[in-house]
């Protein structure tokens, strides 16, 4: 059996790792935007960001103030594990305390701060099943500055590959400077309201190089990038060729009569950190 | 690059929509709830000149409950727009310096125009350079809006880069 105690130092360990350490893709990515922009705001932006990446990995701090709501995704195959959903809780405590970062939950009316990054629903835990001798954990913490910018529309099937392209984009230049641009975009088409918002939030898991396998939606996914880069919104909303670094999409199979499109924005912090835990 | 020494007891009109600028001296934090009570119960600190950062650190207490000691982790910039309802009646107050991300709408240009004040943008998302110019934690105030709503007042040096967003002259980036 996976004991408690793996579990919490699993998701401390991630928790830190994904608010101090961002993933090899997005920095290369932003490397590249800088060579082609030729904006001079937009390129102090990007230097700033590459050098603030920099700091926080040699000084140990997260590289952002804002340590995002905890959102955890597990993969979970044929193991046993002790106290998943607690364990999980505990790590997140522990991650709060020793990082540390900062309490971001409060209750959605009265605003009280419960302190320690746990509230009702939150973590929002998903399981996904596999058949696999391990289970894999993701800590995804999510920044509220871009997350704010997220968008659903219940597309009638007959908008289809336009209008699913327009949404996007709509969505997208609506929130201009807000989501701390240069961003990353995850869409979600099909399944239903709630499923397409969160496919839109696991395709931001997927590494900036890796090709979408399926030619229609990777051509989808280049034509929204080439006309969200032609808004000069720019890193930080102040102009420049460089306002989204890729667009990631996910389909599901839906119901005959609708077209879901979930829009899910991410700021050029996608933080996530991944570890699979055998049984032995 | 311009260096500016905050509170500001000097006119600043002379700043453009798109110069990179530097602040040292003091900066109080302020967010929604923040910009919230200062309205409906005035502020603790002297706004007169001042330079507000619209900012949720990540600070640790080193001390106790009792007798903190409080150290600053990380800060950097929050979306500004969330302070729209408030901003040009703080501004009013003699608010001069208003840093943020993500720009402000047309009542906050008004107010700057108004006062000769100005609206720097802070590059989102860089709390582990920011935090490198934060010298000291002078006080916080309002503790019990949580650590991020607080008013903490921070000593400054050479804080930035910063880019004039908006001017007092009414221009603005993000038009």
């Known amino acids: 059996m996976i004991s408690e105690k793996t579990i919490i130092k699993t998701v401390s360990e991630l928790y830190k790792k994904a608010v101090i350490n961002l993933n090899e893709d997005i920095k ?18 990007i230097q700033t960001i590459l050098k603030n990446i920099e700091l926080a990995e040699k000084n140990n701090i997260p590289m952002c103030q804002d340590t995002g709501l905890p959102i955890v995704f597990v993969k979970l195959g044929n193991v046993e594990v002790e106290n998943l959903k607690s364990s999980i809780e505990k790590g997140i405590e522990k991650a709060t305390e020793e990082v540390p970062l900062r309490p971001n939950i409060v209750d959605p009316l009265t605003r009280k701060n419960t302190n320690n990054n746990i509230g009702k629903y939150i973590p929002p835990i998903d399981i996904e099943l596999i058949d696999k001798d391990y289970i894999e954990i993701t ?15 219940m597309a009638l099937p007959s908008e289809g590959e336009k209008g699913i392209k327009d949404f996007v984009v709509e969505t997208v230049l609506k929130a201009k400077g807000k989501p701390c641009p240069p961003t990353i975009i995850g869409v979600g088409i099909g399944g239903t309201s709630d499923l397409a918002m ?9 590494n900036i190089s890796e090709k979408n396998p399926d030619p229609t939606l990777e051509t989808l996914e280049k034509e929204i990038k080439e006309k969200i880069n032609e808004s000069d919104i720019g890193p930080m909303g102040l102009g420049g060729k460089t ?4 667009v990631k999409i996910i389909k599901a199979h839906t119901h005959t009569a ?16 991944t570890e699979r835990i055998y049984d032995n | 690059m311009i260096n500016l020494d905050v509170p500001i007891n000097h006119n600043i009109s002379n700043l453009k929509a798109g110069d990179v600028v530097y602040l040292s001296g003091n900066i109080l934090t302020a967010r929604d709830q923040a910009h919230k ?3 409906e119960e005035g502020s603790p600190y002297d706004l007169e000149g001042a330079a507000i950062f619209h900012a949720g650190p990540i600070i640790k207490n080193e001390g106790t409950e009792e007798k903190p000691d409080y150290k600053m982790v990380a ?17 009013d107050k003699g608010v001069k310096v208003v840093v943020g991300k993500g720009g402000m709408d047309e009542s906050v240009l008004n107010a700057l125009i108004r006062n000769n004040a100005v609206y720097l943008v802070a ?41 004039v967003g908006m001017d007092s002259n009414g221009n603005s980036l993000y038009k």
């Open chain 1, 198 to 206: 969160k496919l839109a939030k696991k395709a931001l898991l997927k």
């Open chain 1, 243 to 246: 306002t989204t670094l890729d």
């Open chain 2, 123 to 163: 590059t989102g998302g860089c709390a582990a350079l920011y935090v490198d110019a934060i010298e000291k934690i002078e006080n916080v105030e309002w503790l019990d809006l949580g650590m991020p709503e607080a008013i903490w007042n921070l000593k400054i040096n050479s804080f930035g880069p910063l880019i």
């Open chain 1, 28 to 45: 290369i990515s932003l490397e590249d935007a800088l060579k082609s922009e030729d904006n001079e705001l937009a390129r102090l932006n």
């Open chain 1, 139 to 153: 800590i995804f913490p999510k920044g509220f500055g871009s997350e704010n910018n997220n968008a659903l529309k």
């Open chain 2, 75 to 91: 800060i950097g910039p929050t979306t500004s727009m969330r302070m729209n309802p408030y901003q040009s009646d703080v501004i």
């Open chain 2, 37 to 39: 009570r200062i309205l």
């Open chain 1, 258 to 273: 609708g077209l879901p499109i979930g829009v899910c924005v991410q700021c050029w912090a996608n933080r996530y950190a």
